[in-house]
């Protein structure tokens, strides 16, 4: 009887320490920074920062992003609430300390909760990067 208790605490015991390890090593993913390779960072925008290119951005974001990002990019959406980590702040230092070419991989990759948009046109997402830009927090 004795000798069971002490089993199952053993056992319990062992589940605990591997759900840290695991919460650990889930953290540790989330937590790593997150960097295009050199190539993709250097890539120019080919659109130019017009009306009409920030025009698609803008509609091109409020059908795809903003139930994650928020309607002004804050990261704040409805979603966003069941995601850790949380979407960006398109608004933040962070995210516009990005090249655009950085974001543009990003965007087209993606990273966990956030969604690889590889299907979007390239002009989608060159324009979305564009759009992002307008958000920077003054
Ligand atoms: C399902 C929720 C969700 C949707 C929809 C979504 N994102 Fe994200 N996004 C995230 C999350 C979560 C992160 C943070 C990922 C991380 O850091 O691992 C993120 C990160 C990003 C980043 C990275 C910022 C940085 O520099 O680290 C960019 C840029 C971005 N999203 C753009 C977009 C665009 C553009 C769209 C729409 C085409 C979009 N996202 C749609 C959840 C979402």
């Known amino acids: 009887m004795v000798t069971g208790v002490r089993r199952a605490a053993r056992l319990v015991g062992t ?22 390779p050199a190539g993709e960072k250097e890539k120019k925008n080919p659109l130019p920062a017009d009306a009409k290119t920030i025009e ?21 959406g409805a979603a966003a609430v069941a995601l850790n980590p949380k979407p960006a702040d398109w608004t933040s230092k ?4 990005d090249s655009d070419g950085e974001l543009f991989w990003k965007i087209t990759t993606g990273r966990g909760a956030m969604p690889a948009w590889r299907h979007l046109p390239e002009s989608d997402r060159w324009a979305l990067v564009r759009y992002i830009r307008t958000l920077a927090a003054k």
């Open 15 to 36: 589940a605990l320490g591997l759900a840290a390890l695991i919460s650990m090593a889930g953290l540790a993913a989330a937590q790593a920074p997150w960097t295009a």
């Open 56 to 76: 698609q951005g803008r509609k091109v974001a409020q059908i795809n992003c903003v139930t994650c990002h928020g309607a002004k990019g804050k990261g704040d």
């Open 94 to 97: 962070t995210v516009q300390d």
